[in-house]
């Protein structure tokens, strides 16, 4: 399977791209405290050209997880670490951004039944490949699938979990079995209904992907329609005003 596609939307991220909630009660109550300082980091270091920022919070995240070793304190910790990897990444930094992002998935793969965990790792997964060899490549794919899969599987009534079938399936050709799934999965996280205390993000790429979507069917109507609907929640969102 081809999944040099996957790469494209997961280099275009912004702040919203990942977000996900373990549904844990520890998890839920460092929502607000933990997610809203990883995303103004990462708008302040990408807009700065540095990792300052990002480089102080994973500092923190990384004590408190030494201290206790939980759900929770890991997967943050592994989300710090993915937006470190994608700003070293945009500064053409590599190195640093691969050996980043491999912690941030070796911190989540013990997160068997963890719908969420399962949903970032196979983002991060997806995303790692750009730095692999050709079979390397091949493996991660694969492993994204699954844990894609598995995610969806272990929760359901999630945006996180659907959104993470959409971008497998839609950056898979044709000829490889894609893009079987990814309107119905992205139609799927549209449903959801948030609980309180969950992450935020996710939400705006689900709208990114269904303009494209439907753009690649040339019904360009309905993908109009999508990006309107988006921009109307999501006014400054970078990925919605570039499809404009």
Known sequence: MNWHYTIKILKRTTVFFLYIHLGLANVQAQT???EA?????YVLDKTQGNQSQLKNI????EKTFNQQDTNSNRYWLSYGLYNQALIAD??????QAESLIDRAIALLKSLENDAEAQALMAIQMGYSIRFKSYWAMMNLGRNASFH???AVELNPNSIRTHLAVAINDFYTPKAFGGGKRVENSLKKA??????????????????ELL??????LKQDQIAQDYLSQGLAEFP?????LELK
């Open 32 to 34: 607000s405290t933990t």
């Open 37 to 41: 300082p990883i995303h103004k980091a």
């Open 58 to 61: 994973n500092q923190n995240l």
């Open 90 to 95: 945009f500064q053409n930094d590599k190195k």
């Open 148 to 150: 894609a899969n598995r």
């Open 190 to 207: 549209l449903e959801v209904t948030p609980s309180k205390g969950s992450p935020t993000w996710g939400k705006v790429l689900v709208y």
């Open 211 to 216: 303009v494209k979507h439907y753009r690649k």
């Open 236 to 240: 400054e969102s970078e990925l919605l």
